[in-house]
C-alpha cells in the first residue's frame, strides 16, 4: 500500500529564516509528486509537479527536489505569508489519477 | 484561469435531511474529482468521473451520491447523513481523463456539518 510520510510535521521559522520540508513515499512506481499549499478552511492549491528524480522546480521563495525515495520543499528566507500547511501527495501506477497525500507539515513563519 | 468553484461554502444539516453539493469549472476539464477532508487530516479521495463517466468509487457509503451532468459541473447529493460525516468536501478538477498524471485543482470546499 502507497505511504506518503511528510516531516517534520510543524515547524515555527523566524522571518528569513530558511528551511527545508520532507516528503518521503513508498510507492512501486511513481508517475508524479505533488506539492500542494492549504490555508486554514481553504482547498488545496497547487504549487509544483515533480515526475522523475533529480527534477527540481522554482516558484519564488519555494523549490521543489525530488529523489528516488523522497522530495524536498526548500523555502528560502520565508515570510509571514508563506505560513500554511504543506501537503505533498504522490500518483503510482497503475492507479490511474488517484492521489495519495501524506499528512502535511504545518508552517508557520513569525516576525 | 485555474477556478474550480463550489457551493454552499457552508452547510449544516440534520441526519435525516437531504442536501447537495456543487461543484463547477469551465476550464474545459475532463476529470472530476471529490475529497473528503476532515480536521487536520489529508484529503481522501472518494470519487473520480472521467468523461462524466463515473469511474472511481472509494468504496464511499451509499449515503453519498454523485452526479455529474455535464463536462462543467458535479454534483454530491447526501441523503441520511452521520455526525462523523462532518468534514470539509472538496472538489478538485484535471485536464484530461484519469489516466494522466495531469495536476489536479481544487476548489475552496464546501465546509459541512452534521447534526
Known amino acids: 500500500e502507497d505511504q506518503v510520510t511528510q516531516s517534520p510535521e510543524a515547524l515555527r521559522l523566524q522571518e528569513g529564516e530558511s528551511s527545508s520540508l520532507n516528503c518521503s513515499y513508498t510507492?512501486?512506481?511513481?508517475?508524479?509528486l505533488f506539492w500542494y499549499r492549504q490555508d486554514p478552511g481553504k482547498g488545496p492549491e497547487f504549487l509544483f509537479t515533480?515526475?522523475?528524480a533529480g527534477e527540481e522546480k522554482e516558484k519564488e521563495r519555494l523549490k521543489a527536489t525530488l529523489t528516488k525515495k523522497e522530495s524536498f520543499l526548500h523555502i528560502t528566507a520565508p515570510k509571514p505569508e508563506d505560513s500554511a500547511t504543506y501537503l505533498c501527495a504522490v500518483q503510482e501506477t497503475g492507479t490511474a489519477s488517484k492521489l495519495t497525500f501524506g499528512t502535511g507539515t504545518r508552517l508557520q513563519v513569525t516576525l | 484561469d485555474t477556478e474550480v468553484t463550489q457551493t454552499p461554502k457552508h452547510l449544516v444539516m440534520g441526519m435525516t435531511n437531504k442536501k447537495s453539493l456543487k461543484c463547477e469549472q469551465h476550464?474545459?476539464?475532463?476529470?472530476m474529482y471529490w475529497y473528503k477532508q476532515k480536521a487536520k487530516k489529508p484529503p481522501e479521495l472518494m470519487f473520480v468521473?472521467?468523461?462524466?463517466?463515473?469511474?472511481i468509487n472509494e468504496s464511499v457509503p451509499s449515503r453519498f451520491s454523485p452526479e455529474c451532468p455535464n463536462s462543467s459541473l458535479l454534483n454530491l447529493h447526501l441523503h441520511a447523513l452521520q455526525p462523523e460525516d462532518s468534514a470539509l468536501y472538496l472538489c478538485?478538477?484535471?485536464?484530461?481523463?484519469?489516466?494522466?498524471?495531469?495536476?489536479?485543482?481544487f476548489g475552496p470546499g464546501t465546509r459541512l456539518t452534521v447534526l
Open positions: 478538485a478538477s484535471s485536464p484530461r481523463g484519469q489516466i494522466t498524471t495531469d495536476t489536479q485543482y
Open positions: 510507492v512501486s512506481g511513481l508517475r508524479g
Open positions: 515533480l515526475y522523475s
Open positions: 476550464m474545459g476539464h475532463r476529470a
Open positions: 468521473y472521467s468523461y462524466e463517466k463515473l469511474s
